[in-house]
């Protein structure tokens, strides 16, 4: 991921200093500081670990360690929208990998790549989102689709893309 | 600020059960609008602008609107609920704004059940016996006083006036309820401990990090009834002198996590949740976690380092979290199914939970039911019910008139129960013997479609990837494990891979440090014990029955089975199908990408 991103430039140090300063001393509120800062950012910078390491008393390698453990933390500017697709059983058994790779396929990413060039889109595959009863199902930021077909589920990802557009012109 | 007192929760009560009983001049009659996850997955968002505008449109104004969460059928979302004076309740299923017009119509105006888009008297719901799931559908989550008019805190109230922590140990030991996350240790037993221990403060932990893929239960009963819930927390703090409560959820759940803050905060205003409960001096105060994403979180040691802000490793027990828990302090931590039982059993006591259920497992279990079967949803039956009743009597048999394979319990950590043993009662140790689980309560039906192979293939890889990475066994046995079916799924299985998978799978079983790594293998394992035709068929003949794994595929029409019908011809991107009028189809394996789009069209299994 390119370092030279907008977003790392556009970093609000001052109100990530904010969000550390209500968790002061408190290292149990790791993972509750790091949620807020990359809901702040959109992903968890590397900036912002000495703040949290000054503010929390944690070192920035036990910060390093949490972040990569759990699946929701990025070290990397993230799209704007982010598609989370499904893996569960009950979604596996009925297509789920056929429509994680359409809407790759259709958002044009390379086989590691999670996000799109455009920085509109990452593509995250996730555990199970529990929605079984509505199967295949994907979840674009907070939205959930369920009983999708790979074209259908093309559909939605479309419909992103022309909002997106709409909202350029 | 003055407490609330009994008097109080009764009038409020009382109002509550007023204000939602339909009248002749008040509300006559009621849409209520189901918005759980799966329903507004399905479009119930959508349904409900449409009733408010048809409702402001023709000024109905005798007509309410609420939402309430899932009803349990998820398949056939998005639904309402139609009450009105004078016509029995209907639900209405598979909704869309002209249907739900209709009903206005016909339903509302004109007093007439609009019966092609009624569900009608299925054994879904009437096998059922409501208890956790028994203010599902009919009550808004986001509005305490809904809840109130179902007793709810009633027992909350019982506790801190009327009752002893020994007391209430003994009726929920007279219930006989365990532990609804898995494993099924007797909650008395837990709660009694935890209270032995004289160190403060103590904590009580609600495990929400509902992680196995298939499993949607405690999801479900979060979105509909979360005051359930959080009395049952209260309960257990009362129980053991706590007064600070975690609920660790996970963040894929974002509307249960949503309306779980709405009911604290609605608790702790009117006084049942908070500071000096009920003015009897009493405190308790909750929080919701919002979980990071990590499978291993929902072992209980591992929640509690990721409650402290650490990785979510599990460490080797003893000492047991009611020992040395949370802050290394005692914790009691149970799953959301089990504190949701727990009001019940305080207002009717442990032996009417008991009066249900086999010797050894009591009262109910919610299970949510998902895959190849006509009714997908979720339900609660009493333990003991046969596996069979609930794939084919509660869950309406296999969809498209296919064939039953297997029934998948407990996720990852658990095991696949063939044809032959679905009369297993469902209790824990039943299910046990045959190489599944009780689990969480997820279950998963698989019909011939699926590749047992792929399958146990499937689970692994899951566990691969949530591993944490502590002990060998689990992070490189699995591995190799998921390797070994990696190759068999791609034809390059040998001799002797069978004994290899099961020799292995048994040692990381029998080495690993946590459950997650002592149950990794089980998908394996229970696939080999019940399936073993088929991974002999992927060595041996190199040929997947379910056509499932691509590279063992010929991709060659047989010709006796074709019903020259051109299914597939039409489906085929590549264009590689050749297909005329009353002649078999073709395929030219130069064309071919292997892509499985003719196989999912034919209905013939005619594509070998």
């Known amino acids: ?169 | 600020m003055l407490n609330f007192t009994i008097d109080e929760l009764r009038k409020t009560r009382d109002l509550a059960r007023l204000r939602s009983t339909l009248k002749e001049d008040g509300y006559r009659a009621r849409i209520n609008v189901h918005t759980g996850t799966c329903g507004v997955g399905s479009g119930a968002l959508k349904i409900l602008d449409t009733v408010m505008e048809e409702v402001k449109r023709q000024s109905l104004k005798n007509i309410e609107v609420a939402t309430s969460g899932c009803a349990g059928l998820c398949s056939r979302e998005p639904m309402i609920t139609a009450e009105a004076l004078g016509l029995p309740p209907v639900k209405y299923i598979d909704l869309n704004p002209e249907k739900i017009r209709q009903i206005i119509q016909e339903h509302f105006l004109q007093g007439k059940i609009v019966e092609k888009f009624a569900l009608g008297d299925i054994p879904f719901f009437n096998l059922q016996v409501p208890r956790v799931l028994r203010n599902r559908g009919a009550i808004d989550p986001e509005n305490i006083e809904d809840y109130i008019a179902q007793d709810g805190y009633e027992a909350l109230y019982k506790v801190l006036t009327q009752m002893t922590a020994e007391q209430i140990i003994e009726e929920v030991r007279l219930s006989g309820l365990r532990g609804r996350g898995g494993a099924g240790f007797p909650t008395a037993e837990k709660w009694e401990e935890g209270r032995k221990y004289k160190r403060f403060p103590k904590y009580v932990i609600c495990n929400g990090d509902e992680g196995d893929p298939g499993a949607f239960m405690d999801r479900s009963v979060l979105e509909a009834d979360p005051h359930a819930v959080l009395e049952g927390m209260a309960i257990c703090a009362k129980t053991i002198d706590s007064h600070e409560g975690y609920l660790y959820v996970r963040a894929e759940y974002p509307l249960a996590i949503k309306r779980l803050n709405i009911a604290i905060e609605q608790g702790k205003k009117l006084g049942v949740l908070g500071k000096n409960i009920f003015g009897t001096g009493f405190d308790f105060d909750l929080w919701v976690y919002p979980g990071a994403g990590a499978f291993v979180c929902g072992e209980s040691t591992a929640l509690m380092y990721s409650l402290e802000g650490k990785r979510g490793m599990p460490r080797i027990k003893p000492p047991r979290s009611v020992e040395a828990g949370l802050w290394g302090q005692p914790t009691v931590l149970n799953n959301v199914e089990t504190f949701a039982n727990i009001p019940q059993i305080i207002l009717k006591g442990g032996r009417w939970y008991s009066s249900l259920g086999t010797e050894k497992s009591k009262g109910t279990k919610v299970f949510s039911l998902a895959g190849a079967i006509n009714n997908i949803g979720l339900v609660e039956v009493p333990m003991g019910i046969s596996l069979r009743s609930i794939v084919f009597d509660i869950a309406g048999g296999i969809k498209g008139g296919r064939k039953f394979k297997a029934a998948q319990l407990g996720g990852p950590s658990g095991g696949f129960v063939p044809e032959s043993l679905l009369d297993t009662p469902v209790d824990y140790e039943s299910l046990e013997a045959t190489g599944a689980i009780m689990g969480s309560g997820g279950v998963v039906i698989c019909d011939q479609s699926t590749c047992m192979v792929d399958a146990a293939k499937f689970f692994t890889n899951f566990c691969v990837e949530e591993s944490c990475g502590k002990c060998v066994p689990c992070r490189v046995g699995l591995q190799v494990l998921l390797k070994k079916l990696e190759d068999l799924v791609e034809g390059k299985g040998e001799e002797g891979d069978i004994e290899f998978l099961k020799n292995l799978g048994e040692h990381i079983v029998k080495s690993s440090h946590c459950g997650l790594g002592q149950s990794a293998p089980n998908p394996v394992l229970s696939t080999i014990r019940h399936f073993r035709e088929e991974f002999e068929e992927h060595i041996r003949d190199k040929h997947c029955r379910s056509l499932q794994c691509a590279a063992l595929i010929r991709f060659r029409v047989i010709e006796e089975k074709c019903k020259q019908c051109g299914l597939c011809y039409k489906a085929c991107p590549a264009g590689a199908i050749a297909w005329e009028k009353k002649q078999p189809a073709r395929i030219d394996l130069n064309k071919c990408t292997k892509c499985k789009s003719c196989i999912k069209a034919c209905k013939f299994w005619a594509i070998e």
């Open chain 1, 1 to 169: 991921m390119g370092t030279d991103s907008p977003a790392e430039s556009k970093l609000d140090l001052a109100q990530i200093e904010q969000i550390c300063r209500e968790h002061e001393g408190r290292k149990g509120d790791l993972l509750i500081v790091m949620q807020k800062i990359q809901a702040l950012c959109g992903y968890a910078p590397q900036a912002a670990l000495p703040v949290v390491s000054r503010y929390l008393g944690t070192t920035s390698s036990e910060i390093y360690g949490v972040l990569t453990f759990y699946n929701r933390f990025h070290l990397s500017p993230r799209g704007k929208h982010t598609i989370r697709a499904c893996r569960g059983t009950a979604c596996h058994f009925k297509g789920s990998l056929e429509i994680l790779e359409k809407m790759r396929e259709h958002l044009q990413m390379g086989p590691k790549q999670d996000t799109t060039d455009n920085a509109l889109f990452s593509i995250e595959e996730v555990a199970c989102l529990g929605a079984c009863g509505i199967a295949p199902v994907i979840m674009v930021d907070e939205e959930v689709f369920g009983k999708l077909e790979p074209e259908t589920a093309v559909e939605i990802v479309a419909r992103y893309e022309e909002a997106e557009k709409g909202k350029e012109g």
